[in-house]
């Protein structure tokens, strides 16, 4: 069964409007949340992480919205430009145990900003 | 500054074949991993390593091994290779827990026929 799930597989926007990616999870020791971000034939690279103590991180263009209550959480890339065109992966960890050295992904959602 | 490097880049195996894929990094990170991505699978963790000298499994090891060779190197290994083992395998490295940033690797490619 899923832990993180990432509903929409593609989303296309146009350059300069607001991009909102969407991110689910059902596992409720999940504690700590990241995107992080990969173009072809290249590993992921991190983006933006943020802790289930907060419900906001922002960094320049880049925005995640926690809510807890909802086990939800959004990144917002505003405004969108060509090269945020990538696959956008969801994960997130645990407090203890196993969970708080692995991290489970969801399975990405791929962003084209068209200019 | 190499960060986190792979080889190979690119990898086709007869089915029943092993193969061992290397994995180093140079940012005197503790923590190693190895990651399988398959099309509409997101990324799914084979197995790693916390810390030099342990390995632990991750959601699917099962007909994987690997070995800390030391603090630097982690690398994975195909005893037999299956067809179901074609994928794109990518090794990442943490200085210390997963809250913090986690470096993949660019990658290795590989096609079991």
């Known amino acids: 069964d899923q832990q993180v799930k990432q509903n929409s597989p593609s989303l296309s926007v146009q350059e300069g409007r607001i991009s909102i990616l969407n991110c689910d999870y059902t596992n409720s020791m999940f504690d700590y949340f990241l995107w992080y971000k990969k173009y072809p034939a290249e590993g992921p690279t991190f983006l933006i992480s943020i802790s289930s103590i907060k419900d906001k991180n922002e960094d320049g263009r880049f925005t995640v919205f926690l809510n807890k209550s909802a086990k939800h959480l959004s990144l917002h890339i505003v405004p969108s430009q060509p090269g945020d065109s990538a696959v956008y992966f969801c994960?997130?960890?645990?407090?203890?145990?196993?969970?708080?050295?692995?991290?489970?992904f969801g399975k990405g959602t791929k962003l084209s900003v068209i200019p | 500054n190499a960060g986190v490097t792979q080889t190979p880049k690119f990898q086709v195996l007869k089915t029943g074949q092993s193969m061992t894929l290397q994995c180093a990094q140079d940012?005197?990170?503790?923590?190693m991993y190895w990651y399988r991505q398959d099309p509409g699978m997101g990324l799914r963790l084979i197995y790693y390593?916390?810390?030099?000298?342990?390995?632990d499994k991750g959601e699917v090891p099962n007909g994987y091994n690997v070995s800390r060779l030391n603090k630097r190197e982690f690398s994975l290994r195909l005893e037999s290779a299956a067809p179901s083992q074609t994928s794109v395998y990518f090794c990442a490295s943490i200085w210390g827990g997963v809250r913090e940033t986690q470096y993949f690797g660019p990658g290795t490619r590989l096609l079991v026929l």
């Open positions: 390593s916390a810390s030099e000298g342990t390995t």
């Open positions: 994960a997130a960890s645990g407090n203890s145990g196993a969970g708080s050295y692995q991290l489970t």
């Open positions: 940012m005197n990170h503790n923590s």
